[in-house]
């Protein structure tokens, strides 16, 4: 095998590698941390580089009315890794084997980490994906085709997706600001972490390599998002100065009615190990939420280990 060929073998498979977080997984496992954060638990996926074409670019590069090929659904509703690859060229070096995410967009977009913006010998801005209004210029290459895509190039912003139901429970609407937590061997704080609601969203927090490996992620890992943003604003959605978890009304009735001797009542939307710490000093047998509230994986570890049954009304 020519030398060239084994490079070319390497990156491939490293790329693989690191799509395979890109992705996140079905049901992550709550990763380990020095000391349990309360708040709303997130999975966090890491997003290596990759490009986002536009249909005209996809035809530009590919040729005439081609489409992409998926090659496996990413964790965002509808969205996924396609077959192709194409190549980032910049002033001092070049990245080969770029992965394209599908669906196309209305515009090409190309979203790499500071650490990689500087291997290419650019300055592109941090901004949020979708916002290209400063974003810097990038030329993009396929096998039979060159494109210099204008205003595409950006250090994609970190965010975190929730769907309108998932954002209702935490207390947080599109466009809002939250500190997220990571749990991780190497805990950080991201602050400013913008909020992506809607339907077409699914709860996951996405950074890039160069912040991953900061806080030392791991494939699997969570984290939580603490509260917002002291009185930041971002879009339409102006902030509170401070955000606060409403404390949970929590009752132990004096007859049984329609609740079973030791039964506590806890009225939260989402809940958390300290509320369960607070049933169990109450001296719950059992701890009764909506049929729709959200159990954190603490508080459901907690139960288990005091022998508490969970009821839903």
């Known amino acids: 095998m020519k030398l060239e060929e084994m490079v070319r073998d390497i990156v491939s498979g490293a790329v693989d590698e690191y799509l395979k977080e890109e992705t996140g997984s079905a049901a992550p496992a709550v990763c380990s941390s020095s000391a349990p954060v309360e708040g709303f638990l997130v999975p966090a996926e890491a997003s290596g580089r990759h490009v986002h074409l536009s249909p005209e670019d ?9 489409e992409l090929t998926p090659k496996r659904p990413l964790s965002q509703p509808g969205q996924y890794l396609s077959e192709e690859r194409v190549s980032l060229i910049g002033p001092k070096g070049t990245f080969q084997n770029v992965a394209i995410l599908g669906p196309p967009r209305g515009r090409t977009q190309v979203e790499v980490s500071a650490t990689d913006a500087r291997t290419l010998g650019l300055d592109p ?8 209004s400063e974003a810097g210029d990038m030329l993009i290459a396929s096998k039979d085709a060159f494109l210099m895509a204008e205003q595409s190039l950006i250090i994609a912003r970190n965010h975190v997706h929730l769907s309108p139901e998932e954002a209702a429970a935490a207390g947080l609407s599109d466009g809002d600001l939250v500190d ?8 950080l704080t991201f602050h400013n972490v913008v909020v992506r609601s809607g339907p077409a969203h699914k709860l996951a927090l996405h950074i890039d ?3 991953a490996n ?4 791991t494939e699997g890992c969570q984290a939580v998002i603490t509260g917002k943003s002291g009185s930041a604003s971002f879009g339409t959605a102006a902030l ?3 955000f606060e978890t409403p404390e949970p009304e929590i009752t132990v009735p004096e007859e049984p009615g329609g609740l079973g001797d030791g039964d506590v009542l806890i009225s939260t939307g989402f809940l958390t190990e300290v509320q369960v710490r ?5 001296g719950a047998k059992a701890v009764v939420v909506n049929e729709r509230t959200v159990v954190s994986p603490l508080a459901n570890d907690l139960l288990h280990r005091h022998g508490i049954v969970l009821k839903r009304l």
Do not use: K
């Open 214 to 217: 900061a806080c030392g992620f």
């Open 240 to 242: 509170p100065e401070t």
């Open 278 to 282: 607070d049933a169990v000093a109450a």
């Open 209 to 211: 390599f160069d912040e």
């Open 180 to 187: 997220v937590r990571m749990c991780t061997g190497r805990p």
């Open 58 to 66: 996809v035809e530009h590069l590919f040729g005439p009315g081609y």
């Open 125 to 132: 801005p941090v901004a949020l994906s979708g916002d290209l």
